[in-house]
T-cell receptor, first 115, second 114 residues
């Protein structure tokens, strides 16, 4: 079956513009995560959705960042008024809830470059 | 989730075994040990997990110390495609279901020489 799909794979934007990044999780996965990874750095947690529960937004770095998940499936991460420090790879992951051992499946990410 | 400590980098020769260590001295009784790896220009992928007993799968083996304060990911014959960053992560298995943020440390960057 299909894995986690992210689009676009690459996005170049100008400072101050808004961008939207999309994530299609694996069908049936109720948990969805967004991370970002700056060049040469580790993964930084951004936001987490699980079913109908309120999302965990504790990792969002500023109010310019927001995310939503419509219909419990597709998720969109929006960055408003982009800054150069927002340049990074944005990774989405999904998982199937229901066991003690949760495995995350990651997409290939969106490389965002803010000029 | 408890913290893990891994070496920043390791080198291996192709077709030789690789032992990637992880220390987790504050592990709790219900923490599972997970390993993920991140190949260049890709998202992380699950490798293996264990609780107390050693585990084997098609990708690797996981050896867990008797006191569970350390573990070792074993690649039996390293290939060039195994060059990646390997992350050791603890997750509490006490609660069923998803547990939110999976915390990735800096991991170990494995280089494989031909």
């Amino acid at each position: 079956g299909a894995g986690v799909s992210q689009s676009p794979s690459n996005k170049v934007t100008e400072k101050g513009k808004d961008v939207e990044l999309r994530c299609d999780p694996i069908s049936g996965h109720t948990a969805l995560y967004w991370y970002r990874q700056s060049l040469g750095q580790g993964l930084e947690f951004l936001i987490y959705f699980q079913g109908n529960s309120a999302p965990d937004k504790s990792g969002l770095p500023s109010d310019r960042f927001s995310a939503e998940r419509t219909g419990g499936s597709v998720s969109t991460l929006t960055i408003q008024r982009t800054q150069q420090e927002d340049s990074a790879v944005y990774l989405c992951a999904s998982s199937k809830v229901g066991s003690k051992v949760e495995k995350l499946f990651f997409g290939s990410g969106t490389q965002l470059s803010v000029l | 989730d408890a913290k893990t400590t891994q070496p920043n980098s390791m080198e291996s020769n192709e077709e030789e075994p690789v032992h990637l260590p992880c220390n987790h001295s504050t592990i709790s009784g219900t923490d599972y040990i997970h390993w993920y790896r991140q190949l260049p220009s890709q998202g992380p992928e699950y490798v293996i997990h264990g609780l107390t007993s050693n585990v084997n799968n098609r990708m690797a083996s996981l050896a867990i110390a008797e006191d569970r304060k350390s573990s070792t990911l074993i690649l039996h014959r390293a290939t060039l495609r195994d060059a990646a960053v390997y992350y050791c992560i603890l997750r509490d298995g006490h609660y069923g279901g998803s547990q939110g943020n999976l915390i990735f440390g800096k991991g170990t960057k494995l280089s494989v020489k031909p």
